[in-house]
């Protein structure tokens, strides 16, 4: 009944009385005692007889799964953004918004980095997910913060090109987006580590002109005047801002109570999903 309405059904057993209802369900688990016929049907063999082993390996695979959750929305929200910029820039017929050395810090300083420390640092809870939610927890997150991002990145390069000239422009939008991409990275997890990666990672880039070395084969300048350090945190802070209403919008209409179900009608039972954490 319960994997006729797309349920998914675990069963553990020893395979001794339970050896259909191993067969029929849609995650076998089998006992550490359990018969041959039992370890062929199952896809998951516990090596231990306690009673929370169980739970410690959901907590394990939920571990795991929020933490590629996690860096799937940080990649994805910075293509979005670099794509939905490139292409505004583009068909505008003003040349293109940062130079491939740009490219390399951005990606090395929003992406690279910060997904190691999501990959590397298990987080600090692990709800349990649903594969049917993926789609419509990565969409609310990535579409708002990609999106914005991308115009507000735009709006810098029209302001710097049109005050500064193209290469101003360029050195504007690369600083506004590895700021914004590092708090991508803290927004995905809010936790004190990915802060103080982020922290890090942006005085290090700020501080990358005082490198000869760097700064030559990088082509990262200071920007050439002084409004333009305030433009590009301002930038920042509004597109951070415009973000977060988005997102108080968004969790307010998944909140609407759904429509009423006619009496006499059996309903499923909820399933369990990734909070958007937005």
Do not use: C
């Not at 860096?71 to 293509?79: A, E, G, K």
């Not at 600090?124 to 609310?140: E, G, I, K």
């Not at 930038?235 to 988005?246: E, K, N």
């Amino acid at each position: 009944l319960l994997r006729a309405s797309g349920e998914t059904v675990a069963v553990i057993g020893d395979g001794v009385r339970d050896l259909p209802a191993l067969k029929a369900a849609s995650l076998p688990i089998a006992q550490p005692s359990s018969t041959q016929a039992a370890l062929d049907v199952s896809s998951i063999v516990l090596l231990s007889s306690a009673p929370d082993a169980l739970l410690q390996v959901l907590a394990r695979g939920q571990s795991i799964i929020r933490s590629l959750v996690d860096v799937l929305r940080l990649n994805l929200t910075m293509v979005t953004a670099s794509a939905f910029l490139i292409v505004a820039v583009r068909y505008l017929s003003q040349g293109f918004p940062y130079v491939s050395s740009h490219g390399s810090v951005i990606n090395i300083a929003t992406v690279t980095i910060p997904s190691l420390a999501l990959s590397l640092v298990p987080p600090p809870h692990s709800r349990q997910v649903s594969s049917a939610s993926y789609s419509r927890m990565l969409a609310r997150f990535v579409l708002p913060a990609g999106l914005l991002l991308g115009l507000t990145a735009l709006a810098v390069y029209v302001i710097v090109l049109d005050g500064a000239g193209r290469s101003s422009a360029q050195q504007a939008v690369a600083y506004t987006l590895v700021y914004a991409g590092l708090l991508v990275g803290v927004l995905t997890r809010r936790t004190r580590t990915q802060a103080g990666v982020a922290v890090a990672i942006a005085a290090a880039v700020t501080l990358l002109p005082l490198l000869p070395w760097t700064s030559g084969r990088f082509r990262i300048t200071w920007l050439p005047e002084w409004w333009h350090y305030p433009l590009v945190v301002g930038a920042v802070v509004v597109w951070l801002i415009v973000l977060q209403g988005v997102w108080w919008l968004l969790r307010r209409l998944a909140r609407r109570p759904a429509a009423s179900v006619p009496s006499g009608r059996a309903t499923s039972p909820p399933r369990h999903e990734v909070e958007s954490d937005v």
